[in-house]
């Protein structure tokens, strides 16, 4: 199988805390990868720097058909279609609370894609649907509950046309009942093909969902393999504590 993403050598420092020291992974295109480890791990960094939202000291992200070493001076048209190839769901959706689902969802694609209007509605009328919001393109942020909001935040993701789509916690903000919807739409996503990373502490999710098992520990990949290996029979004392702890 293509890989779609491939990591080497990543890193990445705040100030003197070193949280990312070399981390190397692959992701086929078509496949979902969970990302999983203690509270402080770097999970979310992680993600972030295969977005550039923060920008890695150090280390090689290829994403389709970009690269960049970020150890390199990157330029910004190159660093702008390394942006547009991944779509990032948040842990609390940030949807603009005075334009409505809708609204929302063209944003990115008629303002920052200059993609025209008729056409951004049409397809945010698609997502909507696929993400079970249909009835409610027309309402406003305050009225959906969070789990709603949530999955507004993921259709706002693909209606950039992302080839890899990046999820951090997307569950971990919401009432326990309203985790399920959200969940069974990154299931669809997945079944539909998506590539996706996920950082996640919902295991079970992962066992369901994930092709591969990524365990962060101490700015590094410590194990990954398919779940039942990383998850059923971790072969490292941390995963193995880290896994007790946690279920
Ligand atoms: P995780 O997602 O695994 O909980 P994070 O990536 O959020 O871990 O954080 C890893 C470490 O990096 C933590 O110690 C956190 O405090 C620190 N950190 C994250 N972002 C910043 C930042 N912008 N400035 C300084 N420190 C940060």
Avoid: C
């Avoid at 979902?32 to 890695?56: E, P, W």
């Amino acid at each position: 199988m293509t890989d779609l993403l491939t990591v080497r050598g990543l890193r990445k420092s705040f100030g003197d805390l070193q949280v990312l020291r070399d981390i190397s992974f692959d992701v086929p295109a078509g496949t979902v990868t969970a990302v999983i480890g203690s509270s402080g791990s770097g999970k979310t960094t992680m993600l972030r720097t295969l977005n550039a939202l923060d920008r890695a000291d150090a280390g090689v992200i290829d994403i389709g058909s970009v690269s960049v070493d970020f150890a390199q001076p990157v330029d910004r048209a190159t660093l702008a279609r390394f942006r547009a190839q991944s779509g990032m769901v948040f842990q609390s959706h940030n949807l603009f609370p005075h334009r409505t689902v809708l609204q929302n969802v063209i944003e990115g694609p008629v303002i920052v894609q200059k993609r025209p209007k008729a056409e951004a509605i049409e397809d945010a009328k698609v997502l909507l649907e696929q993400v079970g919001l249909g009835e409610k393109a027309d309402q406003y942020p305050y009225q959906l509950s969070g789990g709603q909001q949530q999955r507004v935040g993921i259709a706002r993701a693909l209606a950039l046309r992302p080839t890899l789509m990046l999820f951090d916690e997307p569950t971990s903000a919401l009432d326990p009942e309203l985790v399920g919807d959200v969940l069974r739409v990154i299931k669809d996503l997945a079944a539909d093909g998506w590539t996706m990373v996920i950082v996640t502490h919902e295991i079970r999710f992962a066992q369901q969902v994930a092709d591969q098992v990524l365990f962060i520990d101490g700015g590094v990949v410590l194990e990954s393999g398919p779940p039942a290996q990383v998850l059923g029979e971790p072969s490292h004392a941390r995963t193995r504590q880290f896994l007790q702890r946690i279920l």
